[in-house]
């Protein structure tokens, strides 16, 4: 089985700052692609960043130049830096990755985090 843990929500003025991070543990050959989701009042989840080795980086329009996603391939973690946050970013987000398990006949599956809550207040 695969685990995603995330981390870093919590509450920030508009304008400022937060990381999130995420980890991947248990059977793993490799990750193909890493994520982050985020869910509001009255919308489905949505893909705020991706990053995969075979087509780099994607953004959410609403958070281009504001956002970046990195990894730590090695360590199995990836991160979301989140500036000059605003009000509407308000959410809970969720980690994602597509996991290549030792056993899984080359095939990947998605697995997501319980997800964390990142209020911005104005």
């Known amino acids: 089985q695969v685990h995603l843990v995330e981390s870093g929500g919590g509450l920030v003025q508009a304008g400022g700052s937060l990381e999130l991070s995420c980890v991947a543990s248990?059977?793993?050959?490799?990750?193909?692609?890493m994520g982050w989701y985020r869910q509001t009042p009255g919308k489905q989840r949505e893909l705020v960043a991706g990053?995969?080795?075979?087509?780099?980086?994607n953004y959410a329009d609403f958070v281009k130049g504001r956002f970046t996603i990195t990894e730590d391939n090695a360590k199995n973690k990836w991160y979301l830096q989140m500036n000059s946050l605003k009000p509407e970013d308000t959410g809970v987000y969720y980690c994602?990755?597509?996991?290549?398990?030792?056993?899984?006949?080359?095939?990947?599956?998605?697995?997501w985090g319980h997800g964390t809550q990142v209020t911005v207040s104005s």
């Open positions: 248990g059977s793993i050959l490799s990750i193909l692609a």
């Open positions: 994602n990755a597509d996991v290549v398990s030792p056993n899984g006949l080359g095939s990947p599956a998605d697995y």
């Open positions: 990053i995969s080795r075979r087509f780099g980086t």
